[in-house]
C-alpha cells in the first residue's frame, strides 16, 4: 500500500522504525530525568506508544519482526557490564551474603505464587491445579538484569546495596533455569538422567565458555594499545561467546556474564580499558532494549485471565522481599540489604519468556503453556514500568544514590 492510498501509512523498513524508537526513547528519557525518575521506565513507555494496539496498529507499521537481533545484541551487552561490575574482592566480602540472599529471594517468589495459585484453584482445562501453580510459581524465580542494571548506572548507585543486588541478579537467572529444568522433570516426566545433563551442560558450558572468552579478552586487551579498536573487540568477544552459547546450547546470558567476570578478574587493575568503551553505549542500548520490549505490548494478551496476572504480579513481588529479608537476616547482611534487597529484584523481562516459549515445545503441556505464556508476557509489560521505580526506591532509600549526581 503507498502513502497515497493510506495517508497514515509510513514505511515499514527497520531503519525507519529504528529511527522512531530512538527518537522517541530519547524525548521521552529527556522528560524522565527532568522530574527525576527512572528513565527506562520512560523508554519503555515509548516503545508502547508504537505497540500493535497505539501507533503501531494505526499507521500499519510492525515494530516486532525484525527486533530479535538487537535486542539479542543489546541483552548480551547489559550482561558483560554485570558480570563486570562483581570483582574477586566483593565476592569474598559478600560471597555469603549474594548467594544467601539469592535462594531467599527465587525461592521466596516461588513458594508464594505457588501457594496463591493454589488458594486461588483457577480453571486450568482439567488439568491439576498444582501442576500449573508448580509451572507458574518456578517462572517467578528469576530477575530482569537490564532494568536493575540501568537503574544502577542511571544514578551511579555505589555501596553494600548495590554491590549485593548485582550479584544477586546474575545468580539468580541461573537457579531459574535449574528450576526450569527441575520443574519439567516433576511435570512432564522426563528422565533423571536427561534434566541433570541438560542442566549441567548449560551452566558448566557456559561458565567454561565465559571464563575462557574472558581470559582470552583480558589477553588481548593488554596488546591492544589503540583505544579506538578497544570497543569493536569488546563487542566482538561479546557476540561471539553468545554465539557458541547459542550453538552450543548453553545459557548465552550466563556465558556473557562469565566473559564479563573472568576478563575483569584477569586483567585487574587495567580491567576499566575493556569496560570503559562500552560505557559509552550503555544509554544506547539501553533504549534500545527498553522501547523494543515496550513495543511488543499487546493489549489482548494483558486482558487475557486478568485475574491471573495480578495474582502473579503481587505473589511474586511479596515473595521476593519477604524472601530476600529472611534469607538476609538469617546471615547478618548489613541493614540496607535485609530492607530493601527485594525491592531491587521486581523487574522481570527476557529469561521468563524465553523460558515460557521454550515451555510451548512440550505437547503435553501446551494448554497450560498457553495460558502461562499470556501471564509473564503481560505482567513483564506491567513489569517494565514499575519495575525500575521499585529498584530506585531500594537505592534512594538505601543511601546508595546522590540524586543531585544523577547521570543526565
Known amino acids: 500500500m503507498t502513502i497515497l492510498e493510506n495517508s497514515f501509512s509510513l514505511p515499514n523498513t527497520p531503519l525507519m522504525m529504528l529511527g522512531l524508537l530512538l527518537v522517541s526513547g530519547l524525548l521521552f ?23 500493535e494496539d497505539l501507533l503501531g496498529g494505526y499507521l500499519n507499521i510492525d515494530m516486532t519482526s525484525w ?20 570483582t574477586i574482592s566483593q565476592l569474598g566480602r559478600l560471597g555469603k551474603v549474594i548467594t544467601a540472599c539469592t535462594i531467599g529471594e527465587s525461592f521466596g517468589a516461588v513458594l ?25 510459581g518456578v517462572f517467578a524465580a528469576s530477575t530482569a538484569p537490564a532494568a536493575t542494571v540501568a537503574v544502577i548506572h542511571q544514578y551511579r548507585a555505589k555501596g553494600p546495596l548495590t554491590t549485593t543486588l548485582l550479584g544477586v541478579v546474575a545468580l539468580d537467572d541461573v537457579l531459574g533455569i535449574m528450576l526450569f529444568s527441575i520443574m519439567l522433570l516433576i511435570v512432564a516426566g522426563d528422565s533423571v538422567s536427561q534434566t541433570i545433563l541438560f542442566s549441567m551442560t548449560e551452566i558448566i558450558g557456559a561458565i567454561l565458555l565465559g571464563g575462557l572468552s574472558g581470559w582470552l579478552l583480558a589477553i588481548l586487551g593488554r596488546r591492544v594499545k589503540n583505544q579506538h579498536f578497544l570497543l569493536p573487540m569488546v563487542l566482538g568477544a561479546i557476540f561471539l561467546c553468545q554465539g557458541f552459547a547459542e550453538w552450543w546450547h548453553f545459557s548465552p546470558l550466563l556465558s556473557v556474564m562469565v566473559l564479563g567476570f573472568s576478563a575483569r578478574s584477569a586483567i ?48 511474586r513481588i511479596a515473595g521476593k522481599i519477604i524472601g ?30 524465553g523460558l515460557a516459549l521454550s515451555l510451548m515445545h512440550q ?6 503453556a498457553v495460558v502461562i ?3 509473564i508476557l503481560a505482567s513483564t509489560m506491567i513489569y517494565e514500568i514499575f519495575g525500575p521505580l521499585a529498584t530506585r526506591y ?12 544523577e547521570v543526565r
Open 29 to 51: 528519557g529527556m522528560v524522565a530525568s527532568k522530574l527525576n525518575m527512572p528513565r527506562i521506565a520512560a523508554y519503555a513507555l515509548a516503545g508502547l506508544v508504537w505497540s
Open 67 to 86: 527486533t530479535e537481533p538487537l535486542t539479542t545484541a543489546a541483552l548480551g551487552i547489559i550482561a558483560y557490564l554485570i558480570g563486570g561490575a562483581i
Open 112 to 136: 508464594a505464587v505457588m501457594g496463591a495459585i493454589w488458594l486461588y484453584q483457577p480453571d486450568v482445562g482439567g488439568n491439576p491445579v498444582w501442576v500449573f501453580a508448580l509451572m507458574l
Open 268 to 315: 585487574r587493575a587495567g580491567g576499566d580499558r575493556l569496560f570503559a568503551p562500552v560505557d559509552y553505549l550503555e544509554e544506547l542500548v539501553f533504549i534500545i532494549f527498553f522501547t523494543l520490549a515496550g513495543a511488543h505490548f499487546k493489549l489482548s494478551v494483558l486482558m487475557q485471565g486478568l485475574d491471573l496476572v495480578f495474582i502473579y504480579l503481587f505473589a
Open 324 to 353: 530476600a529479608w529472611t534469607a538476609a537476616k538469617l546471615v547478618s547482611a548489613p541493614t540496607v540489604v535485609r530492607k530493601y534487597l527485594g525491592f531491587g529484584v521486581v523487574p522481570q523481562a527476557g529469561i521468563a519468556i
Open 363 to 368: 505437547p503435553e503441556l501446551h494448554d497450560m
Open 373 to 375: 505464556l499470556n501471564v
Open 394 to 405: 531500594a537505592l534512594v532509600k538505601s543511601g546508595e544514590v546522590n540524586l543531585d549526581e
